[in-house]
């Protein structure tokens, strides 16, 4: 049980697309989701095909989280989004220009910040885990609780993980974006 726990904290090294664009810290990231991710699945006994979605959705949803600016908006195409919600829709984007042609997990790394009301497990799942993942230092007891609910109920949990994002997000002085509000509307 301690190696399982202390895996968790340090989870094995995660490897991303040539063009990623992360430091060490937003690697360590990645992999805590990743591993999350795969624990889910495992305790829900998915299919593989399932499995591998999660995990590219996992891999890809941050890789050019450190990237410049000028990058994620040309990428992106958006112009309206704050900086730090470019890079899923520039990830995505370069994911399917590397030949990823999965639809759902273009659209769980597309909007992984923001939420979709369009989202299967996978967009549900990624969500979950880039909130829930044990490196964040806040709300840690509350956050362990819903992750250990995942397996066994997801859209409970994720109907929580979406409420406590908003809070968090309204709380730290963040904008909600129409995006987030619909898929609010749509879960509550």
């Given at each position: 049980?301690?190696?399982?726990?202390?895996?968790?904290?340090q989870?094995?090294?995660?490897?991303?697309?040539?063009?990623?664009?992360?430091g060490?810290?937003?690697?360590?990231?990645?992999?805590?989701?990743?591993?999350?991710?795969?624990?889910?699945?495992?305790?829900?006994?998915?299919?593989?095909?399932?499995?591998?979605?999660?995990?590219?959705?996992?891999?890809?949803?941050?890789?050019?989280?450190?990237?410049?600016?000028?990058?994620?908006?040309?990428?992106?195409?958006?112009g309206r989004?704050?900086?730090?919600?470019?890079?899923?829709?520039?990830?995505?984007?370069?994911?399917?220009?590397?030949?990823?042609?999965?639809?759902?997990?273009?659209?769980?790394?597309?909007?992984?910040?923001?939420?979709?009301?369009?989202?299967?497990?996978?967009?549900?799942?990624?969500?979950?885990?880039?909130?829930?993942?044990?490196?964040?230092?806040?709300?840690?007891?509350?956050?362990?609780?819903?992750?250990?609910?995942?397996?066994?109920?997801?859209?409970?949990?994720?109907?929580?993980?979406?409420?406590?994002?908003?809070?968090?997000?309204?709380?730290?002085g963040?904008?909600?974006?129409?995006?987030?509000?619909?898929?609010?509307n749509?879960?509550?």
């Open positions: 049980m301690e190696r399982r726990n202390k895996d968790r904290r989870p094995r090294r995660i490897e991303l697309p040539a063009w990623a664009q992360v060490t810290a937003r690697h360590q990231h990645i992999g805590r989701v990743v591993a999350l991710l795969e624990e889910w699945a495992q305790k829900m006994k998915l299919p593989a095909d399932e499995v591998s979605r999660w995990r590219m959705a996992g891999v890809l949803h941050d890789a050019l989280r450190d990237a410049p600016e000028p990058m994620l908006r040309a990428l992106s195409g958006e989004l704050p900086v730090n919600l470019l890079h899923g829709p520039a990830a995505a984007v370069r994911a399917e220009q590397d030949g990823e042609r999965r639809a759902d997990v273009l659209d769980a790394v597309r909007f992984h910040t923001v939420g979709s009301p369009a989202w299967d497990r996978t967009g549900k799942a990624l969500y979950l885990a880039d909130f829930l993942e044990p490196g964040r230092r806040f709300r840690k007891e509350e956050r362990k609780a819903l992750a250990a609910r995942v397996p066994r109920d997801l859209d409970a949990a994720f109907r929580k993980c979406v409420q406590l994002r908003i809070e968090w997000t309204l709380n730290e963040g904008e909600i974006i129409p995006e987030t509000v619909a898929l609010w749509a879960v509550r």
